[in-house]
Protein backbone atom coordinates (compact mmCIF):
# COMPACT_ATOMS: atom_id res chain seq x y z
CA UNK A 1 0.00 0.00 0.00
CA UNK A 2 1.30 3.00 -1.12
CA UNK A 3 1.68 5.93 2.14
CA UNK A 4 0.41 9.06 1.38
CA UNK A 5 2.33 11.75 3.02
CA UNK A 6 0.96 15.62 3.44
CA UNK A 7 3.10 18.28 0.96
CA UNK A 8 4.89 20.47 2.68
CA UNK A 9 3.31 24.08 2.96
CA UNK A 10 4.94 26.86 1.12
CA UNK A 11 6.65 29.48 2.92
CA UNK A 12 3.85 31.65 3.64
CA UNK A 13 4.37 35.20 2.70
CA UNK A 14 4.89 38.29 4.92
CA UNK A 15 2.65 41.32 3.89
CA UNK A 16 3.06 43.21 7.43
CA UNK A 17 6.30 44.80 8.68
CA UNK A 18 5.10 48.57 9.65
CA UNK A 19 3.84 50.37 13.01
CA UNK A 20 -0.47 49.95 13.04
CA UNK A 21 -1.23 52.99 14.56
CA UNK A 22 -4.72 54.98 14.46
CA UNK A 23 -5.33 52.36 11.26
CA UNK A 24 -2.36 53.80 9.38
CA UNK A 25 0.55 51.48 8.49
CA UNK A 26 3.54 53.44 9.15
CA UNK A 27 7.43 53.31 10.26
CA UNK A 28 9.13 54.03 13.15
CA UNK A 29 9.78 57.78 13.10
CA UNK A 30 13.07 56.99 14.04
CA UNK A 31 13.19 54.75 10.71
CA UNK A 32 14.59 51.71 12.80
CA UNK A 33 14.48 48.56 11.76
CA UNK A 34 15.19 44.91 13.43
CA UNK A 35 15.32 41.66 11.38
CA UNK A 36 13.00 38.70 12.81
CA UNK A 37 14.95 35.42 12.54
CA UNK A 38 13.69 32.23 11.62
CA UNK A 39 14.76 29.62 14.43
CA UNK A 40 14.87 26.71 12.34
CA UNK A 41 17.55 28.23 9.94
CA UNK A 42 19.03 31.05 11.92
CA UNK A 43 18.37 33.45 8.57
CA UNK A 44 15.81 37.05 8.96
CA UNK A 45 12.30 37.03 7.20
CA UNK A 46 11.80 40.21 7.53
CA UNK A 47 12.88 43.49 8.46
CA UNK A 48 10.24 44.85 11.00
CA UNK A 49 10.05 48.60 11.94
CA UNK A 50 11.34 49.21 15.62
CA UNK A 51 9.10 51.19 17.49
CA UNK A 52 10.36 53.48 20.49
CA UNK A 53 9.21 56.26 22.41
CA UNK A 54 7.79 58.32 20.04
CA UNK A 55 5.34 55.50 18.51
CA UNK A 56 4.85 54.90 21.48
CA UNK A 57 2.91 58.05 22.06
CA UNK A 58 1.15 58.47 18.52
CA UNK A 59 -0.53 54.99 19.73
CA UNK A 60 -1.19 56.01 22.96
CA UNK A 61 -2.93 59.29 21.89
CA UNK A 62 -4.56 57.61 18.43
CA UNK A 63 -6.31 54.74 21.31
CA UNK A 64 -7.45 57.79 23.37
CA UNK A 65 -8.81 59.57 20.01
CA UNK A 66 -10.78 56.36 19.43
CA UNK A 67 -11.74 55.78 22.84
CA UNK A 68 -13.19 58.80 23.77
CA UNK A 69 -14.00 60.39 20.41
CA UNK A 70 -14.72 57.70 17.78
CA UNK A 71 -17.08 55.80 16.60
CA UNK A 72 -16.40 52.62 19.18
CA UNK A 73 -17.04 54.98 21.96
CA UNK A 74 -20.84 55.45 20.45
CA UNK A 75 -20.91 52.04 19.11
CA UNK A 76 -23.30 49.91 20.56
CA UNK A 77 -21.82 46.85 22.86
CA UNK A 78 -23.83 44.19 20.75
CA UNK A 79 -22.05 46.04 17.16
CA UNK A 80 -18.95 45.68 19.19
CA UNK A 81 -19.20 41.90 19.73
CA UNK A 82 -20.22 41.43 15.72
CA UNK A 83 -17.18 42.84 15.02
CA UNK A 84 -15.34 40.79 16.77
CA UNK A 85 -16.82 37.67 15.50
CA UNK A 86 -16.77 39.08 12.01
CA UNK A 87 -12.51 39.69 12.90
CA UNK A 88 -12.88 35.39 13.54
CA UNK A 89 -14.29 34.73 10.32
CA UNK A 90 -11.36 36.66 8.58
CA UNK A 91 -8.99 34.79 10.95
CA UNK A 92 -10.48 31.30 9.77
CA UNK A 93 -10.37 31.91 5.78
CA UNK A 94 -7.10 33.00 6.39
CA UNK A 95 -6.14 29.54 8.92
CA UNK A 96 -3.54 27.97 6.96
CA UNK A 97 -1.43 30.53 6.39
CA UNK A 98 -1.78 32.27 9.91
CA UNK A 99 -0.66 28.93 10.92
CA UNK A 100 2.11 28.89 8.37
CA UNK A 101 3.31 32.05 9.27
CA UNK A 102 3.41 31.02 13.03
CA UNK A 103 5.79 28.73 12.40
CA UNK A 104 7.89 30.04 10.30
CA UNK A 105 8.50 33.16 13.02
CA UNK A 106 7.96 31.32 15.94
CA UNK A 107 9.77 28.00 14.96
CA UNK A 108 6.94 25.83 16.17
CA UNK A 109 5.24 22.70 14.47
CA UNK A 110 3.36 24.04 11.93
CA UNK A 111 0.89 20.72 12.45
CA UNK A 112 1.00 21.94 16.37
CA UNK A 113 -0.36 25.43 15.14
CA UNK A 114 -3.32 24.12 13.10
CA UNK A 115 -4.13 21.99 16.11
CA UNK A 116 -4.01 24.73 18.84
CA UNK A 117 -2.48 28.15 18.17
CA UNK A 118 -5.13 29.03 15.46
CA UNK A 119 -8.41 27.44 16.52
CA UNK A 120 -7.70 28.27 20.13
CA UNK A 121 -6.74 31.66 19.07
CA UNK A 122 -10.51 32.06 17.50
CA UNK A 123 -12.15 30.00 20.26
CA UNK A 124 -10.80 32.44 22.40
CA UNK A 125 -12.20 35.70 20.56
CA UNK A 126 -15.59 34.24 19.96
CA UNK A 127 -15.89 33.95 23.40
CA UNK A 128 -15.52 37.51 24.69
CA UNK A 129 -17.59 38.33 21.52
CA UNK A 130 -20.12 37.07 23.21
CA UNK A 131 -19.12 39.17 26.54
CA UNK A 132 -19.65 42.10 24.72
CA UNK A 133 -23.66 42.38 25.55
CA UNK A 134 -23.60 41.05 28.71
CA UNK A 135 -21.45 43.46 31.00
CA UNK A 136 -23.77 44.72 33.37
CA UNK A 137 -23.64 46.20 36.67
CA UNK A 138 -25.58 45.95 40.26
CA UNK A 139 -28.44 47.46 41.87
CA UNK A 140 -27.60 47.89 45.60
CA UNK A 141 -30.00 47.90 48.41
CA UNK A 142 -28.13 50.82 50.53
CA UNK A 143 -29.03 52.36 53.98
CA UNK A 144 -31.64 55.98 54.02
CA UNK A 145 -33.54 57.41 50.57
CA UNK A 146 -31.28 56.48 47.94
CA UNK A 147 -30.95 54.82 44.54
CA UNK A 148 -27.81 52.92 44.07
CA UNK A 149 -26.05 51.49 41.40
CA UNK A 150 -22.75 50.26 39.65
CA UNK A 151 -21.82 50.80 36.08
CA UNK A 152 -19.22 48.48 34.39
CA UNK A 153 -17.09 50.49 32.66
CA UNK A 154 -13.75 49.79 30.58
CA UNK A 155 -10.85 50.88 32.20
CA UNK A 156 -9.40 53.23 28.94
CA UNK A 157 -6.46 52.44 26.82
CA UNK A 158 -5.41 49.07 27.81
CA UNK A 159 -1.26 48.87 27.32
CA UNK A 160 -0.26 45.05 26.29
CA UNK A 161 2.74 43.52 26.04
CA UNK A 162 2.91 39.83 24.95
CA UNK A 163 5.79 36.90 24.32
CA UNK A 164 7.00 34.84 21.62
CA UNK A 165 5.56 31.31 23.29
CA UNK A 166 1.97 31.59 21.83
CA UNK A 167 2.03 34.77 19.44
CA UNK A 168 -0.91 34.73 17.91
CA UNK A 169 -3.35 33.09 21.08
CA UNK A 170 -1.64 35.70 23.43
CA UNK A 171 -3.26 38.55 21.46
CA UNK A 172 -6.46 36.73 21.71
CA UNK A 173 -6.26 36.39 25.47
CA UNK A 174 -5.31 40.44 25.79
CA UNK A 175 -7.63 41.51 22.62
CA UNK A 176 -10.52 39.69 23.42
CA UNK A 177 -11.23 40.69 27.01
CA UNK A 178 -10.53 44.51 25.99
CA UNK A 179 -12.28 44.65 23.03
CA UNK A 180 -15.61 43.35 24.60
CA UNK A 181 -15.17 45.47 27.72
CA UNK A 182 -15.10 48.54 24.87
CA UNK A 183 -10.94 49.44 25.84
CA UNK A 184 -8.80 50.80 23.28
CA UNK A 185 -5.24 48.91 22.92
CA UNK A 186 -1.87 49.85 21.97
CA UNK A 187 -0.26 46.19 21.73
CA UNK A 188 3.92 45.61 21.73
CA UNK A 189 4.32 42.03 20.40
CA UNK A 190 7.66 40.27 21.37
CA UNK A 191 10.65 41.69 19.45
CA UNK A 192 11.34 37.31 18.62
CA UNK A 193 7.50 36.92 16.51
CA UNK A 194 5.68 40.07 15.62
CA UNK A 195 4.67 38.74 12.42
CA UNK A 196 1.23 37.52 13.31
CA UNK A 197 -0.13 40.17 15.47
CA UNK A 198 0.95 42.31 12.29
CA UNK A 199 -1.11 40.08 10.41
CA UNK A 200 -4.47 39.91 12.84
CA UNK A 201 -4.82 43.64 13.30
CA UNK A 202 -4.78 43.89 9.37
CA UNK A 203 -7.76 41.36 9.52
CA UNK A 204 -9.23 43.70 12.78
CA UNK A 205 -9.00 46.11 10.15
CA UNK A 206 -10.59 44.64 7.78
CA UNK A 207 -13.27 43.65 9.72
CA UNK A 208 -14.32 47.01 10.16
CA UNK A 209 -12.76 47.11 13.78
CA UNK A 210 -12.34 51.50 13.86
CA UNK A 211 -9.28 53.01 12.90
CA UNK A 212 -7.25 53.89 16.66
CA UNK A 213 -9.22 50.91 18.70
CA UNK A 214 -5.98 48.23 18.16
CA UNK A 215 -3.05 49.72 17.58
CA UNK A 216 0.49 47.42 17.31
CA UNK A 217 4.00 48.94 17.76
CA UNK A 218 6.96 46.18 17.43
CA UNK A 219 10.24 46.92 19.24
CA UNK A 220 12.13 45.89 21.39
CA UNK A 221 11.04 45.75 26.06
CA UNK A 222 13.52 48.16 27.10
CA UNK A 223 12.60 51.15 25.36
CA UNK A 224 9.40 50.39 23.35
CA UNK A 225 8.17 48.12 26.27
CA UNK A 226 9.03 50.47 29.06
CA UNK A 227 7.57 53.66 27.24
CA UNK A 228 4.51 52.26 27.15
CA UNK A 229 4.39 51.50 30.64
CA UNK A 230 5.45 54.88 31.63
CA UNK A 231 2.83 56.53 29.50
CA UNK A 232 0.83 58.66 31.09
CA UNK A 233 -2.39 58.36 28.81
CA UNK A 234 -2.21 54.66 29.26
CA UNK A 235 -4.81 53.32 32.27
CA UNK A 236 -3.27 49.59 32.66
CA UNK A 237 -0.48 46.96 31.74
CA UNK A 238 -1.38 43.57 30.78
CA UNK A 239 1.91 41.77 30.67
CA UNK A 240 3.27 38.01 29.92
CA UNK A 241 6.67 36.98 30.52
CA UNK A 242 9.30 36.72 32.83
CA UNK A 243 9.09 37.53 36.67
CA UNK A 244 12.05 39.55 36.37
CA UNK A 245 10.32 41.85 33.37
CA UNK A 246 7.19 41.97 35.95
CA UNK A 247 9.28 43.59 38.41
CA UNK A 248 10.68 46.34 36.39
CA UNK A 249 7.09 47.00 34.83
CA UNK A 250 6.03 47.15 38.39
CA UNK A 251 8.49 49.76 39.25
CA UNK A 252 8.08 52.09 36.15
CA UNK A 253 4.15 51.89 36.75
CA UNK A 254 4.11 52.88 39.91
CA UNK A 255 4.25 56.71 38.29
CA UNK A 256 1.20 56.60 37.26
CA UNK A 257 -0.20 53.52 39.31
CA UNK A 258 -1.50 51.67 36.22
CA UNK A 259 -3.55 48.60 36.73
CA UNK A 260 -1.14 45.97 36.29
CA UNK A 261 -2.25 42.25 35.30
CA UNK A 262 0.68 39.64 34.64
CA UNK A 263 0.98 36.23 33.77
CA UNK A 264 4.66 34.76 34.57
CA UNK A 265 6.37 31.70 34.43
CA UNK A 266 6.54 28.58 36.84
CA UNK A 267 8.37 25.21 37.33
CA UNK A 268 5.07 23.77 37.60
CA UNK A 269 5.31 20.12 39.67
CA UNK A 270 3.56 17.24 37.96
CA UNK A 271 2.75 14.14 40.26
CA UNK A 272 2.45 10.74 39.02
CA UNK A 273 1.50 8.42 41.55
CA UNK A 274 2.00 4.35 42.44
CA UNK A 275 -1.88 3.62 41.42
CA UNK A 276 -2.19 6.26 38.93
CA UNK A 277 -3.06 4.70 34.71
CA UNK A 278 0.48 4.73 34.19
CA UNK A 279 0.02 5.11 30.06
CA UNK A 280 -1.81 8.11 29.98
CA UNK A 281 0.35 9.86 32.94
CA UNK A 282 3.44 9.20 30.61
CA UNK A 283 1.91 10.94 27.61
CA UNK A 284 0.52 13.33 29.61
CA UNK A 285 3.71 13.91 30.92
CA UNK A 286 5.81 13.74 27.94
CA UNK A 287 2.92 16.06 26.18
CA UNK A 288 2.63 18.78 29.54
CA UNK A 289 6.57 19.00 29.13
CA UNK A 290 8.10 19.17 25.26
CA UNK A 291 5.40 20.67 23.99
CA UNK A 292 6.03 23.63 21.99
CA UNK A 293 9.59 22.92 22.89
CA UNK A 294 9.13 22.89 26.35
CA UNK A 295 8.37 27.32 25.73
CA UNK A 296 5.29 27.07 28.65
CA UNK A 297 4.79 29.14 31.02
CA UNK A 298 2.58 26.11 32.92
CA UNK A 299 5.16 23.12 31.44
CA UNK A 300 5.27 20.46 33.52
CA UNK A 301 8.92 20.80 34.57
CA UNK A 302 9.27 19.26 37.90
CA UNK A 303 7.98 15.87 37.37
CA UNK A 304 7.13 13.41 40.47
CA UNK A 305 7.30 10.04 40.29
CA UNK A 306 6.30 7.56 43.29
CA UNK A 307 9.36 5.39 43.79
CA UNK A 308 7.89 2.36 42.82
CA UNK A 309 6.99 3.35 39.20
CA UNK A 310 10.11 5.69 38.83
CA UNK A 311 12.79 3.08 36.93
CA UNK A 312 9.82 2.13 34.33
CA UNK A 313 8.57 5.61 33.90
CA UNK A 314 11.98 7.17 33.22
CA UNK A 315 12.80 4.53 30.55
CA UNK A 316 9.50 4.78 28.84
CA UNK A 317 9.91 8.69 28.45
CA UNK A 318 13.17 8.36 26.80
CA UNK A 319 11.69 5.61 24.83
CA UNK A 320 9.25 8.56 23.39
CA UNK A 321 12.09 10.56 22.89
CA UNK A 322 13.76 8.30 20.91
CA UNK A 323 10.78 8.52 18.48
CA UNK A 324 10.06 11.69 18.58
CA UNK A 325 10.87 14.18 15.06
CA UNK A 326 12.71 16.74 14.64
CA UNK A 327 13.03 19.01 11.89
CA UNK A 328 11.95 21.65 9.24
CA UNK A 329 8.70 22.86 11.63
CA UNK A 330 6.79 23.71 8.36
CA UNK A 331 7.17 20.17 7.49
CA UNK A 332 3.26 18.71 8.52
CA UNK A 333 5.43 15.38 9.83
CA UNK A 334 7.54 17.48 12.86
CA UNK A 335 6.57 17.01 16.24
CA UNK A 336 9.33 18.87 17.49
CA UNK A 337 11.02 22.65 15.84
CA UNK A 338 13.54 24.76 16.96
CA UNK A 339 14.25 27.16 20.17
CA UNK A 340 12.59 30.96 19.80
CA UNK A 341 16.57 32.08 19.00
CA UNK A 342 19.80 32.18 20.29
CA UNK A 343 19.47 33.29 24.05
CA UNK A 344 16.96 30.80 24.70
CA UNK A 345 19.34 28.36 22.93
CA UNK A 346 22.19 29.19 25.12
CA UNK A 347 20.28 29.66 28.35
CA UNK A 348 18.59 25.95 27.78
CA UNK A 349 22.38 24.47 27.22
CA UNK A 350 23.56 26.51 29.72
CA UNK A 351 21.05 24.74 32.55
CA UNK A 352 22.04 20.90 30.26
CA UNK A 353 25.39 21.30 31.55
CA UNK A 354 24.71 22.71 35.02
CA UNK A 355 22.59 19.95 35.47
CA UNK A 356 24.87 17.09 34.11
CA UNK A 357 28.06 18.92 36.34
CA UNK A 358 25.83 19.02 39.27
CA UNK A 359 25.01 15.10 39.38
CA UNK A 360 22.12 14.43 37.86
CA UNK A 361 21.83 11.59 34.88
CA UNK A 362 21.02 12.42 31.74
CA UNK A 363 19.37 9.93 29.94
CA UNK A 364 17.97 10.80 26.88
CA UNK A 365 18.97 14.48 24.83
CA UNK A 366 21.78 16.71 26.26
CA UNK A 367 22.49 17.94 23.25
CA UNK A 368 21.63 20.21 19.79
CA UNK A 369 20.10 17.99 17.25
CA UNK A 370 21.88 19.05 14.11
CA UNK A 371 24.19 22.39 13.12
CA UNK A 372 21.73 25.18 12.28
CA UNK A 373 18.86 26.32 13.84
CA UNK A 374 18.25 26.50 18.21
CA UNK A 375 17.11 22.77 17.65
CA UNK A 376 17.90 21.12 21.09
CA UNK A 377 17.28 17.67 21.58
CA UNK A 378 13.99 16.10 24.29
CA UNK A 379 16.27 15.86 27.37
CA UNK A 380 15.97 13.41 30.78
CA UNK A 381 17.58 14.04 33.86
CA UNK A 382 17.15 11.41 36.17
CA UNK A 383 18.03 11.22 39.72
CA UNK A 384 17.18 14.99 40.56
CA UNK A 385 17.10 16.16 43.60
CA UNK A 386 15.40 19.79 44.76
CA UNK A 387 18.58 21.92 45.33
CA UNK A 388 19.62 21.35 41.84
CA UNK A 389 19.26 24.38 39.37
CA UNK A 390 17.21 22.42 37.02
CA UNK A 391 14.96 21.38 39.85
CA UNK A 392 14.99 25.19 40.68
CA UNK A 393 14.81 27.57 37.74
CA UNK A 394 12.55 27.55 35.01
CA UNK A 395 14.66 26.57 31.74
CA UNK A 396 11.77 27.10 29.39
CA UNK A 397 13.25 24.54 26.93
CA UNK A 398 12.94 20.45 26.30
CA UNK A 399 14.55 19.67 29.26
CA UNK A 400 12.79 17.41 32.23
CA UNK A 401 13.96 16.72 35.56
CA UNK A 402 12.08 13.42 37.01
CA UNK A 403 11.98 13.66 40.75
CA UNK A 404 11.74 10.32 43.29
CA UNK A 405 9.06 10.66 45.91
CA UNK A 406 7.89 8.32 48.90
CA UNK A 407 4.80 9.53 49.83
CA UNK A 408 1.53 12.26 49.59
CA UNK A 409 2.28 14.69 52.27
CA UNK A 410 6.33 14.96 51.71
CA UNK A 411 5.41 15.61 47.63
CA UNK A 412 3.00 18.39 48.61
CA UNK A 413 5.53 19.84 51.05
CA UNK A 414 8.48 19.52 47.74
CA UNK A 415 5.64 20.39 45.21
CA UNK A 416 5.05 23.73 46.73
CA UNK A 417 8.56 24.46 47.87
CA UNK A 418 9.01 27.37 45.09
CA UNK A 419 8.26 30.91 44.78
CA UNK A 420 6.22 30.09 41.38
CA UNK A 421 2.59 29.04 41.52
CA UNK A 422 0.98 28.54 37.81
CA UNK A 423 0.08 25.15 37.30
CA UNK A 424 0.33 21.66 38.76
CA UNK A 425 -1.09 18.09 38.29
CA UNK A 426 -2.12 15.20 40.11
CA UNK A 427 -2.25 11.23 38.19
CA UNK A 428 -4.00 9.03 40.51
CA UNK A 429 -7.02 6.83 39.90
CA UNK A 430 -8.08 7.66 44.01
CA UNK A 431 -10.35 10.37 44.10
CA UNK A 432 -9.96 11.30 47.08
CA UNK A 433 -6.40 11.70 47.21
CA UNK A 434 -6.79 13.63 43.71
CA UNK A 435 -9.06 16.27 45.48
CA UNK A 436 -7.14 16.73 48.72
CA UNK A 437 -3.89 17.31 46.35
CA UNK A 438 -5.50 19.55 44.14
CA UNK A 439 -6.47 21.83 47.58
CA UNK A 440 -3.06 21.48 49.06
CA UNK A 441 -0.93 22.53 46.05
CA UNK A 442 -0.46 26.31 45.91
CA UNK A 443 -1.06 27.01 42.06
CA UNK A 444 -3.83 29.14 39.98
CA UNK A 445 -4.34 25.67 37.96
CA UNK A 446 -4.60 22.29 38.86
CA UNK A 447 -4.73 18.85 36.27
CA UNK A 448 -6.14 15.80 37.74
CA UNK A 449 -5.11 13.40 35.30
CA UNK A 450 -4.47 15.61 32.41
CA UNK A 451 -2.34 18.40 31.69
CA UNK A 452 -2.62 21.61 29.42
CA UNK A 453 -6.42 21.44 29.04
CA UNK A 454 -7.17 25.38 28.60
CA UNK A 455 -10.37 27.02 28.10
CA UNK A 456 -11.51 30.25 26.91
CA UNK A 457 -13.84 30.12 29.79
CA UNK A 458 -11.51 29.26 32.59
CA UNK A 459 -9.46 31.08 34.52
CA UNK A 460 -5.79 31.39 34.11
CA UNK A 461 -2.95 32.73 36.22
CA UNK A 462 -0.70 32.55 39.19
CA UNK A 463 -0.27 31.91 42.89
CA UNK A 464 2.99 33.81 44.25
CA UNK A 465 5.78 34.92 41.62
CA UNK A 466 3.92 33.37 38.88
CA UNK A 467 1.59 36.24 38.60
CA UNK A 468 -0.74 38.81 39.32
CA UNK A 469 -5.10 38.68 38.72
CA UNK A 470 -6.23 36.24 35.96
CA UNK A 471 -6.73 35.75 32.63
CA UNK A 472 -9.53 34.18 31.01
CA UNK A 473 -13.41 33.20 31.84
CA UNK A 474 -15.46 36.20 33.30
CA UNK A 475 -12.26 37.29 35.73
CA UNK A 476 -10.01 38.14 32.65
CA UNK A 477 -12.69 40.23 31.50
CA UNK A 478 -13.33 41.60 35.11
CA UNK A 479 -9.59 43.13 34.78
CA UNK A 480 -10.14 45.58 31.58
CA UNK A 481 -13.74 47.15 33.59
CA UNK A 482 -13.93 49.97 36.27
CA UNK A 483 -16.77 49.45 38.66
CA UNK A 484 -18.78 53.31 39.24
CA UNK A 485 -20.81 53.39 41.69
CA UNK A 486 -24.19 55.55 41.47
CA UNK A 487 -26.19 56.92 43.81
CA UNK A 488 -29.16 59.33 43.87
CA UNK A 489 -31.19 60.81 46.27
CA UNK A 490 -34.86 59.94 45.58
P1 LIG B 1 10.53 38.91 28.75
O1 LIG B 1 9.60 38.87 29.90
O2 LIG B 1 11.73 39.80 28.90
O3 LIG B 1 9.75 39.36 27.42
C1 LIG B 1 8.36 39.30 27.25
C2 LIG B 1 7.87 40.61 26.64
O4 LIG B 1 8.20 41.68 27.51
C3 LIG B 1 8.49 40.95 25.29
O5 LIG B 1 7.52 41.58 24.48
C4 LIG B 1 9.57 41.94 25.68
O6 LIG B 1 9.94 42.82 24.63
C5 LIG B 1 8.89 42.69 26.80
N1 LIG B 1 9.81 43.38 27.71
C6 LIG B 1 11.07 43.03 28.06
N2 LIG B 1 11.59 43.92 28.91
C7 LIG B 1 10.65 44.88 29.11
C8 LIG B 1 10.59 46.08 29.90
N3 LIG B 1 11.62 46.48 30.63
N4 LIG B 1 9.46 46.80 29.88
C9 LIG B 1 8.40 46.41 29.16
N5 LIG B 1 8.40 45.30 28.39
C10 LIG B 1 9.51 44.54 28.37
O7 LIG B 1 10.99 37.43 28.44
P2 LIG B 1 12.19 36.95 27.48
O8 LIG B 1 13.39 37.81 27.75
O9 LIG B 1 11.69 36.84 26.10
O10 LIG B 1 12.45 35.49 28.03
C11 LIG B 1 13.19 35.28 29.22
C12 LIG B 1 12.57 34.15 30.04
O11 LIG B 1 11.28 34.55 30.49
C13 LIG B 1 12.35 32.86 29.29
O12 LIG B 1 13.48 32.07 29.22
C14 LIG B 1 11.27 32.23 30.13
O13 LIG B 1 11.83 31.61 31.26
C15 LIG B 1 10.44 33.41 30.59
N6 LIG B 1 9.24 33.62 29.74
C16 LIG B 1 8.01 33.27 30.24
C17 LIG B 1 6.89 33.39 29.44
C18 LIG B 1 5.54 33.00 29.93
O14 LIG B 1 4.71 32.59 29.15
N7 LIG B 1 5.24 33.19 31.20
C19 LIG B 1 6.97 33.83 28.06
C20 LIG B 1 8.29 34.23 27.64
C21 LIG B 1 9.36 34.10 28.47
MG1 LIG C 1 13.86 39.66 28.70
Known amino acids: ?18 CFIGG ?3 PSQSGKTFATINPATEEPIAQVAEGDAADIDAAAQAARNALEQGEWAKMDARDRGKLMHKLCDLLEAEAEELAAL ?86 KPAEQTPLTCLRMARLAQKAGIPDGVINVVPGYGPTAGASLVRHPGVDKIAFTGEHLTAQTIMKDASQTLKRLT ?33 QCCC ?30 PLD ?44 VKP ?77 AAAPFGGFKMSGMGRELGEKGLDAYLETKTVTVAL
Open 24 to 26: EWV
Open 299 to 328: AGSRVFVQESIYDQFVERICELNRHRKLGN
Open 262 to 294: FELGGKSPNIIFDDADLDAAIQGAHFGLYFNQG
Open 332 to 375: PQTQQGPQVDQNQFDKIMKYIDLGKSEGAACLSGGERFGDRGYF
Open 1 to 18: MATVTKPKLAKPEVRQTL
Open 102 to 187: ESLDNGKPVADAQAADVPLTIDCLRYYAGFADKIQGDTIPVRGNYFTYTRKEPVGVAGQIIPWNFPMLMVAWKWGPALAAGCTIVM
Open 379 to 455: TVFANVTDQMAIAKDEIFGPVMSVLKFKDMQEVIQRGNNTFYGLAAAVWTKDIAKAHQMAAALKAGTVWVNCYDVFD
